[in-house]
């Protein structure tokens, strides 16, 4: 019956990770949605060995260039997809009349992290050269968000060559090889081990941009197992943490800030046991040395994703979420 029990909080906080509280279920629009012109449309921005990485890109159907935000799915960067999209995101989207963009991205252990990103910088350089012609984009102004892994991903662009105007991270990370991530999470050992073999046989037979229900159950019980040995950097980076530091930093975006960093925004609950809250503290810290406008709103008790903190304070940190995205996308 324990076990049942921890299995159960087990599944609920996998589905925080891939679409948090707040995100809607992969859907399509429908016809009598409240503005009928305002549509999906899917690209392929990146082809790998026959592997086709795409794009699905909502807005306006007309021809007026438009300001862009930009989605990352989170999944710990081994489940998600770019259906995944936030409703708040939409609706902003389709109230604003922004274009909203969500790329998918190979997934690990099959790719790993350095491939992950190339596909993050791909798609911001394939939104910024084709979609002014594609779909009316302007891309002088874009502000990048994503949730935990996805705001990983989002706190990365701000360290590449392009960075966005600004960045909106939903209980992100600025490392990836802290104790968080090297060391057995004892919460997720609380319930059955799952073995090597056991976890690596629901993964590696090919590349994938989605995870789903197909496939989505052996990727989970492999994130499981990540998390309770801690070898989740290994396997998704390929890389030894007591040994490659060097190799390791070009990823963290805690240790290449500048005063260049764009204005972020980051969100976070202190009772978060999958990232800790400690992960977006110090990322703020350090832009508030820096010089960088930062804004930070912390959920008290609030798990990954929120989960569990006062839900009138969750619905107004995410009200404040799509209105600073507002204010960076009507600024010239």
């Keep these: 019956m324990k076990d049942h029990i921890v299995n159960q909080q087990w599944t609920t906080r996998i589905l925080c990770l891939v679409i948090g509280v707040f995100l809607s279920a992969p859907e399509t629009l429908r016809a009598d949605d409240k503005s009928p012109d305002f549509s999906r449309s899917t690209y392929t921005y990146k082809t790998v060995d026959q592997l086709k990485i795409q794009a699905d890109v909502y807005r306006h159907k007309d021809s007026v260039k438009r300001p862009v935000i930009v989605w990352f799915h989170g999944g710990a960067l081994i489940m998600g997809s770019r259906t995944g999209v936030p409703k708040q995101l939409k609706d902003l989207a389709e109230k604003e009349r922004f274009v909203l963009v969500s790329l998918d991205y190979r997934l690990a252990p099959e790719a790993k992290l350095p491939e992950i990103i190339s596909d993050l910088n791909d798609?911001?350089?394939?939104?910024r050269k084709s979609g002014p012609t594609l779909f009316h984009a302007d891309p002088s102004r874009l502000v990048v968000a994503g949730a935990s892994a996805g705001g990983y991903l989002a706190q990365m662009t701000g360290i590449s060559k392009q960075p966005p105007t600004?960045?909106?991270s939903y209980w992100g990370f600025g490392d990836v090889d802290g104790d968080w991530t090297t060391k057995p999470s004892e919460s997720y050992r609380m319930g059955k081990l799952i073995a090597k073999e056991d976890a690596w046989a629901g993964v590696g037979a090919q590349v994938l941009t989605s995870s789903n229900k197909k496939n989505g159950r052996g990727r989970a019980a492999f994130f499981l197992y990540l998390k309770q040995t801690g070898k989740w950097i290994n396997a998704v980076g390929g890389f030894d943490p007591t040994k490659d530091r060097k190799k390791i930093t070009p990823y963290c975006p805690i240790r290449n800030l500048s005063p260049k960093y764009p204005p972020t925004l980051f969100l976070h609950g202190t009772?978060?046991?999958?990232?800790?809250?400690?992960?977006?503290?110090?990322?703020a810290r350090e832009l508030k040395r820096l010089g960088v406008s930062h804004e930070i709103i912390t959920i008290e008790g609030g798990g990954h994703s929120l989960w569990g903190g006062d839900r009138v304070l969750i619905e107004r940190a995410f009200k404040r979420s799509t209105e600073y995205i507002r204010e960076k996308l009507s600024e010239p």
């Design 123 to 127: 798609g911001l350089a394939w939104v």
């Design 166 to 168: 600004a960045i909106v």
């Design 271 to 283: 009772a978060d046991k999958d990232v800790p809250v400690e992960q977006s503290l110090s990322m």
